[in-house]
């Protein structure tokens, strides 16, 4: 059973440009949440998607950040406008059950770098 | 909002030592437990976890306790290796701890 991939592990963008990073959570799971993880630091929640479903965004910057979780394909979470302080290891989560009081399992991770 | 502290914020054993890490956290409410080991350059993985009904689990070398009165809950790791060097995180209901520093000196 393949683990939570993510791809790419390394992007480089430019100020202003657009970064997408894609999720693919472990078989059998429908539940897929998304950190930011800045150096020397914890991971700090950003959003949490079920199929076709927002279910929790509360950790998301209101500007510039989206997600989705399609009926097919991979969990996107997408960076528009990129700025320096976007520069981060983003760190995708897939469980099993409902909720976030519950295992998560996670990807190696986007290190995202903004030049 | 839920806060989450850890400590010590480094440490370093020597090898079979063993070594423990306590987490904090402020929200009555929360009710599962884990502890995550993050290896430099991945992401981190689940070692442990235990829920607010339970206060004591273990897994080999690995042991969790939970303090729902006092609201901690601790990592124990007995016949420490170098293998177990990584940074340590508590995530009470998935809200992450800054992390802590283990070096196990050979």
């Known amino acids: 059973n393949a683990g939570v991939m993510q791809n790419p592990r390394h992007l480089v963008r430019r100020r202003g440009q657009e970064a997408r990073l894609r999720c693919s959570p472990m078989?059998?799971?429908?539940?897929v949440y998304w950190y930011r993880q800045l150096p020397e630091e914890g991971l700090k929640f950003m959003v949490y998607l079920q199929k076709e479903n927002i279910i929790d965004e509360s950790g998301m910057p209101k500007e510039r950040f989206s997600a989705e979780f399609p009926k097919e394909g991979p969990s996107i979470l997408r960076i528009q406008q990129v700025v320096r302080g976007d520069s981060a290891a983003y760190f995708c989560a897939s469980s099993p059950n409902r909720g976030r009081a519950y295992e998560q399992y996670f990807g190696p991770g986007t290190r995202l770098t903004v030049t | 909002g839920e806060n989450v502290e850890q400590h010590p914020s480094t440490l370093s054993v020597q090898e079979g030592d063993s070594a423990v890490i306590k987490c904090t956290y402020s929200?009555?409410?929360?009710?599962?437990f884990p502890w995550y080991k993050q290896e430099l350059g991945k992401g981190p993985q689940l070692i442990i976890d235990i829920r607010s009904n339970v206060g004591e689990k273990k897994d080999q070398r690995i042991a969790v306790t939970l303090n729902k009165t006092a609201k901690h809950f601790s990592l124990h790791i007995t016949e420490t290796q170098p293998e177990d060097s990584a940074v340590y995180f508590c995530?009470?209901?998935?809200?992450f701890g800054a992390g802590t520093r283990l070096t196990v000196k050979p």
């Open positions: 929200d009555s409410a929360s009710n599962y």
């Open positions: 078989k059998g799971h429908s539940h």
């Open positions: 995530a009470p209901d998935m809200r």
